[in-house]
């Protein structure tokens, strides 16, 4: 099994900026990829980003040019380092990562979630 702890969310003032960090831990050989979601109140959960074991990384067109991802492949960590954010960035974000074990089975795995809150 792989666990997925989030940390960093919080209430914030729009415009602020907030990390948030997510590490994998468990039986774990390979990560192929790391990544945040989100689900806002009354909204289907949505990609926010994601990264690749080699770094490649995919944004919603709504996070573009205001949040970052990374990740730290040895530590199996993800970051987001979320900028100039606005009350619609409000929702519970997810971690997920897709990991291969020891016994070469690969699976997808999500966190508990962490709450993100932006007042206006």
């Known amino acids: 099994q792989v666990q997925l702890v989030e940390s960093g969310g919080g209430l914030v003032q729009a415009g602020g900026s907030l990390r948030l960090s997510c590490a994998a831990s468990?039986?774990?050989?390979?990560?192929?990829?790391m990544g945040w979601y989100r689900r806002a109140p009354g909204k289907q959960r949505e990609l926010v980003a994601t990264?690749?074991?080699?770094?490649?990384?995919n944004y919603a067109d709504s996070v573009k040019g205001r949040f970052a991802i990374s990740g730290d492949n040895a530590k199996n960590t993800v970051y987001l380092q979320m900028s100039s954010l606005k009350p619609e960035d409000t929702a519970v974000y997810y971690c997920?990562?897709?990991?291969?074990?020891?016994?070469?089975?690969?699976?997808?795995?999500w966190g508990q979630g962490t709450q993100v809150t932006v007042s206006s």
């Open positions: 990264i690749s074991r080699g770094g490649s990384t």
């Open positions: 997920n990562a897709d990991t291969v074990d020891y016994e070469l089975i690969r699976r997808g795995s």
């Open positions: 468990g039986s774990i050989l390979r990560t192929n990829a």
